[in-house]
């Protein structure tokens, strides 16, 4: 858990999808980081992530860490997003639909309550409805 000065810190970067690219190797990374986690380098440029992506592997959590017993069944999957893999919950979908190759399309929910007390909203992911 985390509290809700952290999330209000965060909310820009992590609902506009904003990730860092290394200028050295061109390595992607969500959230941004101050340094590439693959070669280390500092030469680091912002960038927007697509908001449209495809579930590269999934997993389904029916037996739920204390806070999220609201929230199962919970699917966590792993979607390219452009250059980025972002880990993040599948939402408006039941877990015998989701399926590897899934389009989904960013979205903004609610999540589990802080241990301050608040509802933080974050960015989750919904199946692309053609």
């Known amino acids: 858990m985390t509290t809700i ?3 209000w810190r965060l909310k820009n970067t992590l609902l506009n999808l904003l990730a860092s690219r290394c200028s050295v190797c061109g390595h992607v990374t ?3 980081k101050m340094r590439c986690p693959v070669c280390g380098s500092r ?3 912002e960038e927007s992530l697509p908001r449209e992506g495809e579930v590269l592997s999934y997993t389904i959590i029916r037996v739920p860490a ?6 199962t069944p919970l699917i966590i999957a792993l979607i390219k997003l452009g250059d980025a893999k972002v880990l993040a919950e599948v939402v408006d979908v039941k877990p015998e639909e989701v399926s590897v190759g899934m ?3 960013a979205t903004v929910r609610r999540t589990a ?3 301050d007390g608040g509802v933080p909203y974050v960015i989750k992911f919904k199946p692309l409805r053609s």
């Open 43 to 45: 030469e680091l440029r």
């Open 113 to 115: 309550q802080t241990i």
């Open 5 to 7: 000065q952290r999330v």
């Open 103 to 105: 389009r989904v399309v």
């Open 66 to 71: 204390k806070g999220f017993e609201d929230f």
């Open 30 to 32: 969500y959230p941004p």
